[in-house]
């Protein structure tokens, strides 16, 4: 099972920050770029609350994905873009989300060549485009490669589900497995 939560970053406020984050945010470049970061990672630590009574302290794997050495069985991925944020959290099971604000890609077939999969054909358009970038970048997040792992193909069995984000967005999660159940939650503004 892999719990999805949506969490809409302009209504999450009041989360205390852990002082490496609010450190980061003050690097932001815009205060609403600061606030939002702020609001993921707020939520992300409540969410985690509900599925570990154990410390929420994080270290980094080898190419920087967070996990909990205290509670090493709840596997997350947090991913965000402009308001929004999904959180992908499971039991033993690597998983990964993107999601992405639909834009104009006018260098699409260079990111194409670049980072997708050999022989992939060029996206149709921008819809397009980020629904396949979400699905593959889900998948190198649960491989813990982010986008050290692009332009390979994927070995393995995977569960790879489009989310629903909402107009303007494309999203995803995958994890490594076939046929994994996806539930849906959304992250309230009084939480």
């Given at each position: 099972m892999i719990d999805v939560w949506h969490v809409d970053l302009d209504l999450v406020r009041g989360h205390q920050p852990a002082a490496e984050e609010a450190e980061r945010a003050s690097r932001f470049v815009t205060a609403e770029l600061s606030r939002r970061y702020l609001a993921a990672h707020g939520a992300l630590r409540a969410i985690l609350r509900r599925y570990t009574g154990e410390s929420l302290e994080f270290a980094l794997k080898e190419r920087g994905k967070p996990f909990l050495p205290h509670a090493p069985s709840v596997r997350f991925n947090l991913s965000h873009s402009r308001g929004r944020a999904l959180i992908a959290v499971s039991s033993e099971i690597e998983v990964g989300v993107d999601i992405e604000h639909i834009?104009?890609?006018?260098?699409?077939?260079a990111i194409v060549e670049r980072y997708f999969p050999p022989g992939e054909p060029i996206p149709v358009d921008e819809v397009d485009f980020f629904r396949r970038w979400t699905r593959m970048e889900a998948q190198w997040k649960a491989r813990g490669v982010g986008l050290y792992g692009s332009?390979?193909?994927?070995?393995?069995?995977?569960?790879?589900?489009?989310?629903?984000?909402?107009?303007?967005?494309?999203?995803?999660?995958?994890?490594?497995g076939s046929e994994l159940a996806v539930k849906i939650h959304y992250f309230g503004a009084d939480e």
């Open positions: 834009r104009p890609m006018p260098n699409a077939g332009g390979t193909a994927m070995d393995g069995k995977w569960t790879v589900r489009d989310v629903d984000a909402g107009p303007g967005y494309a999203a995803a999660v995958a994890a490594e």
